[in-house]
DNA sequence: ATGACACCTAGAGTAAACTCTAAGTATTAT
DNA sequence: ATAATACTTAGAGTTTACTCTAGGTGTCAT
């Protein structure tokens, strides 16, 4: 099976614009191309695609990804990059988790505040309330900077 | 207490050229400036450098962090919108968190595999050794779309 | 009072990942 | 045959958040 550049935008929802783009940049090496010049996506391709979207998920740079599909080509000598790279990317995702577990338990603070603050009509009162410095003294270390 | 922009910079890790770019685009109305024109940051000033600092890393762009100082500076006329704003990021968190545990998995299946195929030097035989067919099956929808 | 250093402004430059434009060719439907 | 639609290329433009440069002023220790 093959597919048009148009078949493809439908099936991974990126714009064509976005499919000639990561083939100039190099990400989809294995694109052929009819005698008019016009692109015809193999299941392979479609595979890649979503390999591409997986690594771009993970928070690949553009060009990381064609260095994978480099390494990939290249056969069984790259195995060891390849590994450096997952076990870098899982360690910089469990690193980004836990910042964002942070962030979360100081948005979720805010969110309920302000939800008592507009009960009572007024962000000083609410602040002021027992439960929330006392909330506020369990989240963070250094409460007073979290007033704004 | 009042602090130099040079103060500023080791206490908080933003160069002086960000600084003085979070003030031109609205994040510091209240810094002080003296007779010519050198700033002089208050401790309030700084409270809001770390706020700023968490809704930056909650995901929200400069604008919209301008736009929640002007609401706080506005007073408990605001408080619903930002009410709104904490609430929608809060659930934004929740999706982003949902989404990094996907990739999670896949990152993870993918260094396990490649030190599978370090181990025995090939990738088609970590590849079809039985446990990883198994993994692959149990994490993924569309197994094969994950063998690039 | 002289040199080192911190500070100032306005504005230009950068990186990443698109996103769009212009000008043209090819295919398809009626 | 003609119009609409889909496709092609090269290259320019956009957005965000810085980051840096140029050219200058102010402060301070010796």
Known sequence: MSYSIGEVVKKTGLS??????YEKEGL????????????AYSDEDLRWLTMIECLKDSGLQIKEIRQYIE?????????SQRLSL???????????????TVVMNKIRFKELLYREAVRVGNLDVATNERRFKHLKKKLFESPDDFDK
């Open 28 to 39: 989809l090496p294995f694109v052929k191309k009819n005698a008019s010049g016009v692109r």
């Open 71 to 79: 390494w990939f080509n290249e056969g069984d000598s790259t195995l």
């Open 86 to 100: 997952f076990e870098n990317r899982r360690k910089i995702l469990e690193k980004e988790m836990a910042r964002l």
């Open 16 to 21: 064509a614009h976005t499919l000639r783009y």
